[in-house]
């Protein structure tokens, strides 16, 4: 590995890292704003990647995907997914369950799309200030390594604002699923979780990722051409 592919990748996996503590970190504070304290009584209102982070989804298989000799990069579809340490929610402390279960979900994928617009907000700046997008290949110039922050922050979060939304337990689209469905059917969807959602979510999750990224990013670029 080039010392510049493994900046890029160290980049990749603190940005990873960030983004899942922010999207468990948004979570928690939802919770605590519709009346569940419990992730807030637990220190889970914070950025600190110290109470967010799961052993298998925020380190070990991002960094297999990273720095595995035969995943490399390209894992996954090309895309640096994980999870972490899900946030604990009292479901009968909200004052109106589903509508704020909602709520508290859909907070941890719209954190990540926040991030992502940052990303976005950040290259624009770097456009009209320089006149064009840095070159990335190398990062001679600190408006290179901000460019390569900025699109590794797009790639990363938007990757993870599609993943979070599929809805394959535990992920965060499958509880917004769960909430509509009759009780009968919840008995059967909840026996996807554990390690049988796990198995669903790394061999689909990539290549169904990929097939929203692609476009996305394409989009985004043209977007960037046009300032």
Request: glycine share 8%.
């Given at each position: ?31 605590s ?31 297999l ?29 909200f ?25 976005f ?9 320089q ?29 993870l604002f ?66």
């Amino acid at each position: 590995m080039q010392p510049s592919s493994f900046i890029i990748a160290v980049f990749e996996f603190v940005l990873l890292i960030f983004s899942l503590s922010a999207h468990e970190c948004a979570h928690a504070w939802m919770a605590s704003r519709l009346g569940d304290q419990t992730a807030r009584l637990q220190g889970r209102v914070t950025l600190n990647p110290m109470y967010h982070v799961d052993p298998i989804g925020t380190l070990l298989f991002p960094a297999l995907m990273i720095f595995g000799p035969l995943m490399g990069g390209g894992a996954m579809g090309g895309f640096l997914i994980g999870w972490a340490k899900p946030t604990p929610v009292i479901t009968r402390n909200f004052r109106k369950i589903v509508r704020d279960d909602a709520l508290v979900t859909l907070a941890g994928p719209v954190s990540n799309l926040l991030l992502a617009l940052a990303g976005f907000a950040g290259l624009v700046v770097i456009i009209v200030s320089q006149g064009h997008l840095p070159e990335t290949e190398s990062m001679a110039t600190n408006v290179q390594a901000l460019g390569l922050l900025c699109q590794l922050a797009i790639q990363v979060n938007l990757a993870l604002f599609f993943f979070n939304l599929l809805p394959i337990p535990p992920l965060d689209g499958s509880r917004i699923v769960r909430n509509m469905l009759p009780y009968n059917a919840v008995q059967s969807y909840d026996r996807l979780s554990g390690w049988m959602g796990l198995l669903v979510m790394i061999l689909v999750g990539g290549p169904i990722v990929r097939f929203f990224m692609v476009p996305t990013m394409h989009l985004l670029y043209a977007a960037l051409a046009l300032i």
